[in-house]
Each structure stands twice: as structure tokens, then as C-alpha cells.
């Protein structure tokens, strides 16, 4: 079974949040929990179908909320800043946390409950197990009674989504034998208190990239990205599993002014290195890419507030 790779950050306390809004007892408190997307290039589309949330506490209670109709999201369109909500104030007893579980519909059976597309073709996206255990998140948090909890989780598709299959040495005996390649997904999740997180957003100009050999996206546009890293003076690296950057965001491109504009949401307050690239498109999370980096940067993201760098 191949297990989620989570970044996390800290333990969640209610306490963190504030005390205004309440519960619907003086002994139980909310949890909203929200989904967003760091990109992935070269999809026009990345659907999971969920069926419900497990919550189980410290006491190892186990909380399922399955939903009547499973809610089909895609990804793709949870990008800078947007998310979809998965729980909405969900009460819940007051007391520890010690796990939350996905519940995902996305077996290796030809079924498209969860999928991508590329090119017009929709490929089955499939979890090894990932019907049976979920997606986990092996994360503490709290809720005190009368105090809404909100949470989000980064689902980093650029990191998560495999190709397998022929010419990709990855097929295996799990994997899609037909000829046509075949898509895992290896997920990586943040999660994030949602009111204690900051952005940084801005504009991409194309004369940061003069001398580069640049490659238009599925949109007919450049391919432009800003990768971001936890920490300053960090040296920008591709995704290998090594130095990965935190969190990735693509540049949208506005046919009416001509500009292209990113935004990296969900970020824990603090210090972090950015650096825009033009070739995310040929970043493979299982192999190490000789990337090109400009306007390599330190910022600072504040509780709340959005930073502006613009790579001139």
C-alpha cells in the first residue's frame, strides 16, 4: 500500500483559532474542513470522487460522515486561493483529535469515479488501497466547546499524480498493463489552519524569462510557475523528493491586459524562497530535472495577509 506523504505543520488547537461562533451545546464545538489544489501541468481536469470524512478521536472513536451522493470534485478548478468544502460545521464533541480519513472511490476497476484528463482523453486515476483505507492525515487537533474549527488541506497534484505504465518502468504488477499509460496517485497533503495562513500573489512578466526557451501550456500560453519553499536563502531544486518546494502555483494568463498573475494560498505564517520557472511542465516528481530558476526571492507571509513580489 502506498502510503501519503503529509507536510504538516504544528499541532491544531481551537485555542489558536478565537472564541467567537459556537457550537450547538455548551460541550461540543464545529470542524469546517475545506480542499484546495497546488497545480499539476498539462491537465485539463483532475477528478476524485469522495464518499465521506472519518474523524477518529485520541480515544480512538471513530466519527463517519458518508455522504449521500458522492461528491465528485475537480481539482483543476480549486487553484490560487479557491477551495471546496468537504465538512460544514460538522459538530463534533469536545476533545482530542487524532486522525481524519478521506474516503475516495478510486480503485483500479476501469470505473471513471476518479480520473484525469489530458488532450481531450480521460484516463482512470487510481489509488493502490486507496478505497479501502482512504487517504489519511495522522494530525492532532483539538475542538473546545462553542469554538469552529477550520481546516484546509493542499492536495499538491504536481507531486501526487504518476504515470505509469509502458516506457515508464512503473507499471508493475499493480499497475495498468494496456498500452496506453496509465495515472496513480501518490497523494501529498497539507494541512492547514485555515485563519492562521497567509498568501503571496503577483505578476509573472515575460521579460523575466529573456534567453529561455519556453514552452506554451495546453491554453496556448507560457507555461510560467512559481515554486515556493519553506525557509529563506533557499536554493531552488525541481521535485525529486529532495528540497522539494512546499507548495507550487501556476502563472493564469488574462487574454484582455496580457498579464500573467499567480497566487500560492494556504501558506502557515513565516519565511519562505520563491522562484518563478518556465518548465514546470517537465518537472516528474520521481525524477531529478535540471530546472532553470529566475528572480529567486525571500519573503515573509503574515497571518492573514497577502505578500506581493512581482518578477519583472
Given amino acids: 500500500m502506498t502510503k501519503p506523504h503529509l507536510l504538516l505543520f504544528g499541532a491544531i488547537s481551537a485555542l489558536l483559532i478565537g472564541c467567537n461562533g459556537g457550537g450547538s451545546s455548551t460541550d461540543s464545538g464545529s470542524l469546517t474542513l475545506g480542499i484546495t489544489d497546488a497545480p499539476v501541468d498539462n491537465a485539463e481536469a483532475v477528478v476524485i470522487q469522495f464518499s465521506g470524512i472519518e474523524i477518529i478521536s485520541s480515544s480512538a472513536t471513530s466519527i463517519s460522515v458518508d455522504y449521500e451522493t458522492p461528491k465528485t470534485l475537480d481539482l483543476i478548478q480549486l487553484q490560487g486561493g479557491l477551495r471546496d468544502t468537504l465538512l460544514d460545521g460538522h459538530e463534533l464533541a469536545a476533545g482530542q483529535y487524532e486522525q481524519l480519513r478521506l474516503k475516495v472511490n478510486a480503485t483500479h476497476d476501469e470505473v471513471l469515479d476518479s480520473y484525469i484528463q489530458i488532450d481531450g482523453a480521460q484516463h482512470e486515476l487510481w489509488i493502490p488501497s486507496g478505497s ?106 525541481d521535485l525529486d523528493g529532495e528540497g522539494d518546494p512546499l507548495t507550487t502555483a ?31 511542465a517537465t518537472d516528474e516528481p520521481t525524477g531529478d530535472e535540471d530546472l532553470t530558476f529566475v528572480g529567486t526571492t525571500n519573503v515573509t507571509v503574515a497571518t492573514g495577509g497577502t505578500t506581493i513580489h512581482n518578477f519583472e
Fill in 132 to 237: 479501502e483505507s482512504g487517504l489519511k492525515l495522522n494530525h492532532p487537533f483539538e475542538i473546545v466547546a462553542g469554538v469552529p474549527v477550520d481546516l484546509t488541506i493542499d492536495f499538491d497534484l504536481r507531486k501526487s499524480v504518476v504515470r505509469t505504465g509502458p516506457g515508464n518502468g512503473s507499471g508493475g504488477p499493480e499497475g495498468p498493463q494496456e498500452d496506453s499509460p496509465g495515472y496513480i496517485l501518490k497523494p501529498t497533503l497539507r494541512l492547514i489552519v485555515t485563519q492562521q495562513a497567509g498568501d503571496i500573489s503577483g505578476t509573472i512578466a515575460d521579460t523575466a524569462f529573456t534567453g529561455l526557451s519556453c514552452a506554451a501550456g495546453i491554453t496556448g500560453y507560457y507555461d510560467y510557475s512559481v515554486y515556493v519553499y519553506a525557509g529563506s536563502d533557499v536554493i531552488p531544486d
Fill in 250 to 280: 501556476n502563472a493564469k494568463y488574462d487574454v484582455e491586459t496580457g498579464v500573467y498573475s499567480y497566487k500560492a494560498a494556504f501558506l502557515p505564517a513565516g519565511n519562505y524562497t520563491i522562484a518563478a520557472t518556465c518548465e514546470a
